[in-house]
């Protein structure tokens, strides 16, 4: 699920009405690649995710305080501090068609700007002034795109233009049906045809206007009914065009699908919001408590980690080396018996039996020469060392 044309559309709306005018009074580094900026506008406290997530980035409203989720700001999140917090938000924008937004601010250090990108892959928040990158959460060289270059101290270039895609607001019956008509490859579906040759139309919307004219969401070309699909379209954009928002979820088994600031009627599930942010909030899920905490947490568990390692380690070798009081005192008794009967033990004698107390049964004592392997008896239970080679005790 992508945040589209549209979705931004609605959330320059949201943000012109809500933040405008507020005054940024802290900014938090969340993790790596999303910060927060909590807004002070309409007599209430706002706070702002920012995120260019590669797989899921995003930018909304949301109802709980964003958490500092780094031990240390990154270097963006520094700049933010210096030239954001304490400024006024003074315009919110969308070039047109493009999954762009602009939040103008007048900080601390004048006006600057920041962008997001939320793109997949592709994703980037900026911080733009006069025209200059400051600096940018992805930093993308002339190695990887030598058309738009994501530096500190470079101009800040725009995505290029789309090229061969037409305006949806100006899109005729005829030019629905040239479209239409010169699709060449039998297995594209509708809704992709629709995507490819129209500006802003994003999957979701195009499989919902398949849907509203009245045939399969995956259907072909040749199987929608071009004056329909044109009434469907036609339909669909007119409240758009008026920026006239419905933003709501469909839910499925428990879950929340997809997101968008028109009604979908092609899929079952649909339920509407109260504002676009709530939507993609509840796709999405806010960025608080245990997950706002995760990247503060890793270096935590990692050390914590490395020390129960070490400890373990200690503790294994401690125990290996480590002998219970009842075989000390049987080493003892040996040692004490070897010493007291070394006089009588004889040249290649294996075995030495022993009292050692009165009641008690003898104690047996083998030794095998120090160069040969041996294998001690079960019954065997410490041993010591005599000059004639290795000596072990047991009980007889």
Known sequence: MSIDVFTLSALVDEFMDHLVGGRVQDSVSIDSTSLGLEIYANHRRQYLLLSADSLQPRVHLVSDKLRRGMERPSQLGLLIRSHVEGGSIVHVSQPPWERVLHIEIDGPEGLVTLIVEPMERRSNLLLVKDG?????????????????VSLPAHAYAPPPPQTGKLDPFGLTLESLAGIIAQNEDPKRKAHQVMTSRLLGISPLLAREMVSRAGSPPEALPSQVTVSALYEAFTASLKPMKQRDWSPGIVERDGMVTAFSPYVITGQP?????????????????APVGDEAYEAAKQPVREAIAATRTRLETKLASLKRSMTDDSERERMRQSGELIL???YAVQPGQTELRAPYEVDAPDLVILSTPSSHRWKTPSAISTATTAPSGRWTMCRS
């Open 132 to 148: 200059i990158i400051l600096d940018c959460i992805r930093r993308v060289g002339p190695d990887e795109n030598r058309y738009r």
């Open 269 to 285: 599930g649909w339920r509407s919001m109260p504002s676009m942010s709530e939507a993609m909030a509840a796709f999405y899920g």
């Open 340 to 342: 007291a009967y070394q």
